[in-house]
């Protein structure tokens, strides 16, 4: 099958003085398929994605942890129990690296190694670090209560979190030290896919 996104992007820089994230080093490269690198919509994918696999090294083991997560101006916000082992260990600055992934269509092919998909990917490295301000956690948390609820209002809709909620919770900034970002679109690209003589079905389904 097509290679879905692993870790990649483009080697062009961005500036480093701005807040949007951006490749930044052979890290961030992407090296298969070049050509479907849009460090252009990092920011973009961020926003419009809703699951962040967020992966780390604790004594030498890997771990990695789907959360939902809030995105704004290079910061990657993700919170829950404080005896999560994952936000324990992104208490303290320690380095992390986040995968988001929008699937789009399923793209179905007359040959078999070109079955393949349609998608917006993220690649994020960086570090984490514990928010306790009470005012900072109150905002965060509704400024994503809005992103998957759009329209829903406290004190309309539901209850606003009690200072024993946001006491309770654990929420990390994850600041985005580089990032990169890829997709693949369009028709399926098997080499006999347009040609309507030749025997089998091509499509793409979308997700």
Do not use: W
């Not at 479907?36 to 030498?60: M, N, Q, T, W, Y």
């Not at 917006?120 to 956690?137: C, F, L």
């Amino acid at each position: 099958m097509d290679e879905m996104p692993a870790r990649d992007d483009d080697p062009s820089p961005s500036d480093p003085g701005s807040s949007a994230p951006g490749p930044r080093t052979d890290r961030t490269r992407i090296r298969r398929h070049a050509d479907r690198a849009v460090p252009e919509k990092i920011e973009e994918f961020l926003r419009a994605s809703l699951i962040a696999h967020v992966a780390c090294v604790e004594d030498g083991e890997p771990r990695v942890i789907p959360f939902l997560y809030h995105y704004e101006a290079g910061h990657l916000y993700i919170h829950g129990s404080p005896g999560n082992a994952t936000l324990r260990l992104l208490r303290e600055g320690r380095s992390v690296a986040v995968a988001v992934t929008r699937l789009v269509d399923l793209l179905a092919s007359k040959t078999a190694s070109f079955h393949s998909a349609n998608y917006q990917s993220v690649i994020v490295y960086g570090h984490g670090r514990q928010i306790t301000d009470m005012a900072e956690k109150r905002r965060i948390l509704d400024a994503m209560t809005a992103r998957y609820f759009p329209g829903r209002q406290t004190l309309v809709d539901y209850e606003p979190a009690t200072d024993e909620d946001l006491t309770r919770m654990e929420l990390t900034d994850i600041q985005i030290d580089e990032a990169s970002a890829k997709m693949r679109e369009g028709d399926p690209g098997g080499p006999h896919d347009s040609d309507p003589d030749f025997p089998g079905s091509a499509f793409a389904k979308p997700v």
